[in-house]
């Protein structure tokens, strides 16, 4: 009863599908936290809270950036790491680290410099940023109930 090797797709014939769907989900993770955190800020904007909105607006942007920003250094870290494929222990250069965990100090110093000087509520950024986790969890969801396209 076992199955001949023609009825499975070799690794080779997987890995480019693979890496499209992941290419996919990553693109709508990008545009679904754009979109889910905007219509946030525009819903809180037509209740007349303009500074919950324009802060809304701020923590989205920040959570997008953010994202993008985790991508490329993800994406260089792959490279570097196929690249030395075949070492016992692969070299990861300190500036991949550092543009890694820097990220979290801007977004941070970022934030600070808006709350001081555009006077934002900072809870409501930090609710913005969480457009990034509900974008997520949207398309996690959206990969669960649809696995192909």
């Known amino acids: 009863m076992a199955m001949e090797s023609a009825d499975h797709p070799s690794p080779s014939e997987i890995a480019p599908a693979v890496a499209a769907g ?7 993770i990008a545009w679904l936290t754009l979109v889910l955190g905007g219509a946030t800020a525009i819903m809180v904007a037509i209740l007349r809270h303009p500074a919950w909105a324009e802060g809304l607006a701020i923590g989205t942007v920040l959570a ?5 920003w985790l991508k490329r250094g993800l994406d260089a870290l792959v490279a570097v790491s196929t690249a030395q494929e075949g070492f016992a222990k692969p070299q990861i ?3 991949t680290w550092f543009r890694l965990m820097f990220r979290y100090g801007l977004i941070a110093f970022c934030v600070y410099v808006i709350f001081e ?11 913005g940023l969480c457009a990034l986790g509900a974008a997520t969890i949207t398309a996690s969801v959206y990969e669960i109930l649809r696995p192909t396209e």
């Open 22 to 28: 992941f290419a996919r989900t990553e693109q709508r």
């Open 64 to 68: 997008w950036l953010n994202f993008r």
């Open 117 to 127: 000087v555009l006077k934002v509520p900072l809870a409501s950024m930090v609710v």
């Open 93 to 95: 250069p300190v500036g």
